[in-house]
């Protein structure tokens, strides 16, 4: 490889104008796909199997309207005051407009809601009086026929007494006549008895006529008793209703659009697509459009889930890390023109990668993140790949060898060990594919693609620049010492390379100091939790942390990590069971801990799907809001037992929780992969055990560090205000398998560029000490710049606009601080010299299968300088 490299860079400086024509072209090419293909990214970030996606999967094909994305927009009243009805009427109108932009599918005005919920509450105040008054009347209905069924059960006794005396009157009346006939009394007497007959008839018939009448009138009481008992099973049945109604209300008492005041409004806007599917123009769209607005008087403020984008994605932070890069590799190289072609041929690199990864967002669902990465490493590697050739150039040339005979050599042999490094970075990052992890594999990808760009322009581009710079790339005094021919043995071998590296000198104590610091930094890396920033870890100046302020005064914390819950039923659910459902459902879910609200929000037209929004009453990120999700799974299982429905959780609260868990369980595996592969590296590189398990173990110490190091930053808030932490959180979920992934690659650059040339020093007869001093002082200003560099690059993006790069940034720093400074140039020395030659021990079996890897091109330099 490395001869190939050799006549790579032979032919890139003898055709340096077409290599820089190739890059220009191929660069043109990259910016012309990417402007043309329409390439587009997502804000949000899903994982294909996790109980949450699981539930999105569902709702696409039986509740489609349940399972789109959605965005909150606050309206708040510049002074404080109430929203008054023309502000009301300008938001609503304001509202309407956004409904006619492509991709909206609904908004959910807070008034409207209000008017609903205030209706509501009245309706159910209404009914429950008519009730109250319905048991009112039914019981004095119940006393009115008690006492009129007395009453006509008195007339009825009366009309038997009066009955039976008329019984008595015709009996006396019957026996009188009998007698005055018997007697032979006058006829006139008898006809006057005779007459009497007449009257008692008449009482007789009245007495029936009577009788019918309390008859009828039972009758009618009877029928009056059963209304009553229907009104009564009636109110029952809505006193039943009723108390279900009034016991939604009472889980949904906390929720609401308006604030108590009345100075705040919240706004939902539902587009037509799934979170995850959702493209930042579509978003972006309705923030524009209500900012046009500009309702006077009225503050518009929008959710995270609106604003995140990555619009811009070099700022002021970004510029400055560049910046103090230049300067380290002009106090290092001493030439503008030495300083400026590395980043020339990064910026090169990290605009066709990213051209590249654009365009191809266009075909390939990719998250807002990942073209930042892939900047961020392009940046920092590229500088650091240019340099590394440049260095063995100007080395080189400063030793009296011919300008394109050194560019050729440096290609074969820096350029060698770049290749080999870039490959290795590329495989640790390619192997975040292995996670499962779609946008994880994804972002590992697109990195690895601005690894391979940065690389395959490092081994062209730099000769061909080189070759065109010629030996300006050294400084005046440098060209005329090599003129003069006194640089020679000057740069024979590293400056005072018989004196021993303070690592070497005291080993013990260099040792024993690096793994203390390391592990007190270690640490904090113990209470590691994961998730995703919200609102809250913005810019305070920011709308979306102002959103999230305003939210949580005005309507509590939970309003800004509201949690859908789904219950999914086997069978429709009938219309006399569904409110019935609904409370239970609700009600347990509002008895859970940490829960403020529950709300039945919709229910699918087939009534199977019913849709219930939770509403913590704890912060996004909190540990209790993960508490919580887990509790309602908890309950899911619960009512499966009953047979209730099967419930599951979903949304951007439990997505990010979900994906949190799913890279926290990968981890481990994760990281035992690399370390298995730096060891197979290293073994295959440096043809020892120990070697490779002393780089193994220094890049855990590393890695712990890292890890703590920004736990105790950006989770417990320590230099906060330092690094723009607005509010301490958890850890970005998948920074730690990134850092893994980065920092071993990087790792493994180090241990190259420094154990080659120890490992060619005790090839050539040095003892360990020595060889380990040799390797040192070889190479470790390069190193010392190179890491300097990366350190600045990526130390500019922890002070990112883009908050969720910012914890990235910094956990890359820190890891090359502790690795390049503190491991390659402290630890791994002292562990070297302690060992003694042990160091080099490897098995002869293995040491004869093993291919001959000459990494630093050894070889080809002592053949062609010969």
């Known amino acids: 490889m490395a001869s190939l490299l050799y006549r790579l860079g032979n032919f890139s400086a003898r055709r340096a104008w077409f290599v820089v024509l190739a890059w220009v072209i191929i660069l043109a090419a990259a910016g012309g796909a990417a402007l043309t293909a329409g390439g587009k990214f997502t804000s949000s970030m899903s994982i294909n199997g996790v109980p949450s996606q699981v539930v999105i999967e569902q709702l696409k094909k039986s509740f489609p309207a349940a399972s789109r994305g959605s965005g909150q927009v606050i309206f708040q009243k510049a002074d404080g005051s109430k929203l008054n009805t023309d ?269 590249v990864t654009f365009a191809l967002s266009s075909v390939i669902e990719m998250s807002s993140t990942t073209p930042v990465l892939g900047v961020m490493l392009g940046l920092a590697v590229g500088i650091d790949y240019a340099l590394f050739i440049l260095n063995r150039h100007r080395r080189q040339l400063k030793a009296g060898v011919e300008l394109r005979e050194s560019i050729a050599l440096a290609t074969g042999t820096s350029g060698n060990a770049v290749l080999f490094a870039g490959i290795t970075v590329i495989i640790a990052l390619a192997a975040l594919n292995l996670t499962g992890i779609d946008f994880v594999g994804l972002m590992g990808s697109m990195g690895s693609l601005s690894i391979a760009v940065s690389v395959a322009i490092a081994i062209t581009g730099t000769p061909a620049i080189l070759s065109l710079v010629g030996n300006r790339i050294l400084s005046k005094k440098e060209r005329s010492a090599v003129a003069e021919g006194t640089h020679f043995q000057e740069n024979a071998e590293p400056k005072n390379a ?247 690659g990087l790792a493994m650059d180090y241990q190259l560029f420094l154990v080659s040339g120890m490992r060619e020093a005790y090839s050539h007869g040095k003892d360990t000490n020595a060889s380990v001093n040799y390797g040192i002082r070889l190479s470790r200003a390069v190193v010392v710049a190179a890491a300097l560099i990366m350190i600045t690059v990526f130390g500019g993006f922890a002070f990112s606009h883009l908050t969720m790069i910012r914890p990235m940034g910094f956990g890359l720093a820190v890891g090359v601080l502790a690795d390049a400074f503190l491991v390659r140039m402290l630890l791994v020395p002292a562990a070297m010299t302690i060992f003694g030659k042990a160091t080099w021990w490897i098995p002869k079996w293995l040491d004869r299968i093993l291919p001959d890897v000459d990494v630093e091109g050894t070889k080809l330099e002592g053949k062609q300088l010969h």
């Open 87 to 355: 502000d009301r009427a300008a938001i609503t109108a304001a509202l309407e407009g956004v409904l006619t932009l492509d991709g909206v599918s609904d908004i959910i005005n807070p008034f409207t809601v209000e008017e609903e919920i205030n209706s509501q509450r009245a309706d159910v105040a209404d009914s429950w009086k008519k009730i109250t008054d319905g048991e009112k009347a039914i019981a004095d209905g119940k006393v009115e026929i008690a006492s009129n069924k007395t009453k006509l059960s008195d007339g009825i006794k009366k009309l038997d007494a009066a009955e039976a005396k008329l019984k008595t009157q015709s009996a006396q009346l019957e026996a009188g006549i009998a007698q005055a006939q018997a007697a032979g009394a006058p006829q006139a007497q008898v006809d006057a008895l005779i007459a009497q007959r007449a009257q008692i008839a008449g009482g007789f018939a009245e007495i029936i006529k009577q009788r019918a009448a309390i008859v009828a009138g039972q009758d009618k009481l009877v029928e009056a008793e059963a209304k009553l008992v229907s009104s009564a099973d009636d109110l029952v049945t809505g006193k039943a209703d009723l108390e279900l109604a009034d016991q939604l209300l009472k889980v949904s008492k906390n929720f609401g659009t308006v604030s108590n005041d009345g100075s705040v409004a919240l706004a939902t806007v539902q587009f037509d697509k799934p979170g995850a599917e959702l493209e930042e123009p579509t978003k972006m769209a309705v923030v524009d459009f209500l900012k046009e607005g500009n309702i006077p008087g009225v503050n518009i403020e929008f959710s995270q889930d609106l604003l995140r984008s990555v619009e811009g994605i070099l700022g002021v932070g970004e510029i400055v890390g560049l910046v103090i890069a230049a300067i380290v590799l002009f106090i290092m190289l001493g030439t503008f023109i030495g300083a400026g072609l590395p980043l020339i041929l990064a910026v090169i690199g990290v605009g066709v990668s990213g051209a």
């Open 498 to 744: 018989g004196k021993p590296v303070w690592a070497n000198k005291h080993p013990w104590i260099a040792l024993l100091t690096v793994v203390a610091v390391l592990g007190i930094a270690a640490i904090p890396a113990s209470s590691m939790r994961l998730g995703l920033p919200d609102g809250s870890a913005e810019e305070r100046e920011s709308s979306a942390f102002k959103a999230y302020t305003i939210t949580s005064e005005a309507f509590g914390p939970g309003f800004n990590a509201q949690i859908p819950a789904v219950l999914t039923l086997e069978n429709a659910v009938s219309e006399d069971d569904k409110l019935a459902l609904q409370a239970k459902v609700a009600t347990e879910l509002f008895e859970l801990e940490n829960v403020a609200a529950v709300v039945p929000a919709a229910i699918s037209d087939d009534k199977k799907t019913l849709l219930f929004q939770v509403v913590p009453s704890v912060d996004p990120s909190s540990e209790e809001t993960e508490t919580l999700v887990y509790d309602i799974r908890a309950l899911g299982e619960k009512f499966e037992a009953e047979q209730v429905g099967e419930l599951g959780v979903t949304g951007i609260t439990a997505t990010n929780i979900d994906i949190s868990k799913k890279i926290a369980d990968v981890l481990p595996l994760y990281l035992g992969t690399v370390l298995l592969l730096s060891m197979l590296l290293l073994i295959l590189v440096f043809r020892s055990i120990l070697i490779p398990l002393i780089a193994a173990g220094g890049f855990l110490l590393t890695i712990f560090a890292t890890f703590g190091s920004v736990v105790a930053v950006y989770q417990w808030g320590w230099l906060a205000d330092w690094f723009g932490v607005t509010t301490p959180g958890p850890v970005l979920s998948f920074l730690p398998i990134f850092l893994i992934g980065i920092l071993f």
